[in-house]
């Protein structure tokens, strides 16, 4: 049974209710106090202590204070008035357990009403946390955006400048053939000139030569005529043949012997490849050649058979692993499919090849694509 403590003190204002209860070896951390408008109890074991308020208090802004084996409290009224008594006369047992079952639901309540407005300012608090990160994103993805317009404007303004160049360019080549084209044409006509100057000397020369009559000067000067312009040209057609070659090279560059090696050699790998691979059994000879089969798979991937396309281009890079179209053109299936990783993979392979081509094949027209890169 707890021990009922009776020995309080209580004063009082208008508007204030003060209320000293001696409990020995009280303390913060073991005494338990509730308070409502009508209700206030402190619980410290083994002493309790509990009153039934008369008038109804601000119980938000009261205040308790605990020291000294004793608690002070400050309760401040709702309204301006001197009470009679403290606590209510003549309760009874079951009005002051309604009081009790009532304190503890308004209690209840506003503990209720206390978490769902801490609730409500937690979500405030994160919608404008978000709102501020929104912002804050938003101002950095303009910055990138200006930057890369800036970027843009940049190398459009280089583009220009570069094409200004080369149409500067363009135009001084240009009039530098017009001047030699202007020169030659002056050349011709210095020449023709020169030409009709001799054929008049020579006509006039042999008309003050001629005594022998009218007949054989006009004999003299029809063969004159004769000389001097020759015939027009009779209209023919040439027909022109040339050799077949498997290589692009002309044949008068080319050497034959290790050419004729090298298609011996490829046809022996083929034909030792072509052995390894199961999927070429059922195929015909025609259909074995890789540019066979990537013209096939350029007719899958242009009626949308994606997968089928793969396959015709797996194949041909199995029989020849060199052809760098073989790679992109499957590097675009993969695309078409959302295989990005492959398509990467397929794009980076065919520019390896090229760059190797042009490394091997145009040394001189690699160096001028570095430097022009570079802006050497």
């Known amino acids: 049974m707890p021990l009922q403590v009776s020995d309080y003190t209580w004063q009082q204002t208008k508007t204030s209710v003060f209320i000293s209860v001696p409990l020995r070896g009280v303390s913060v951390r073991d005494a338990d106090v509730f308070c409502t408008e009508n209700y206030l109890k402190v619980n410290f074991p083994p002493f309790l202590f509990e009153v039934f308020l008369c008038a109804p208090i601000d119980d938000e802004n009261s205040k308790a204070k605990i020291g000294n084996d004793t608690i002070i409290f400050t309760l401040y009224k709702k309204e301006v008035a001197m009470w009679e008594t403290l606590s209510l006369s003549g309760v009874d ?13 308004q209690a209840q309540e506003r503990a209720k009403e206390a978490t769902e407005a801490k609730a409500a300012a937690r979500r405030e608090d994160q919608k404008y946390a978000l709102n501020v990160m929104m912002q804050i994103e938003e101002e950095e993805r303009k910055k990138i955006e200006d930057m890369k317009e800036n970027e843009r404007m940049k190398a459009t303004k280089e583009l220009e400048a570069w094409k200004e160049c080369q149409r500067k360019a363009e135009e001084q080549k240009r009039i530098h053939r017009e001047e030699k084209f ?3 044409e002056k050349q011709i006509e210095d ?31 029809e063969k004159l005529k004769e000389n001097s312009i020759p015939a027009p040209r009779s209209v023919g057609s040439i027909k022109i043949n040339f050799t077949p070659r498997v290589f692009p090279t002309a044949l008068r560059e080319s050497q034959v012997a290790e050419e004729e090696e090298w298609l011996h050699k490829q046809a022996e790998a083929r034909r030792a490849l072509n052995t390894d691979i199961p999927e070429l059994s059922d195929l015909k000879e025609e259909e074995k050649n890789p540019e066979w089969l990537k013209d096939k798979g350029n007719k899958l991937f242009a009626t949308e058979n994606y997968l089928a396309a793969i396959n015709a281009y797996n194949l041909a890079i199995r029989l020849n692993n060199k052809i760098p179209l073989l790679y992109l053109n499957r590097a675009a299936c993969h695309l078409k499919l959302k295989n990005l990783h492959k398509a990467i993979e397929d794009s980076s392979k065919a520019y390896r090849i090229m760059k190797l081509h042009l490394r091997l094949t145009h040394p001189m027209k690699l160096c001028k694509m570095m430097l022009r890169r ?3």
């Open 93 to 105: 047992k079951e009005m002051m357990q309604r009081i009790r079952e009532k304190s503890i639901l």
């Open 374 to 376: 570079f802006g050497i």
């Open 191 to 221: 020449e023709r000139k020169k030409l009709k100057h001799k054929s008049h000397t020579r006509i006039s020369a042999s008309r003050n030569l001629a005594t022998k009559g009218r007949n054989s000067e006009n004999i003299f000067l």
């Open 182 to 184: 202007c020169e030659q």
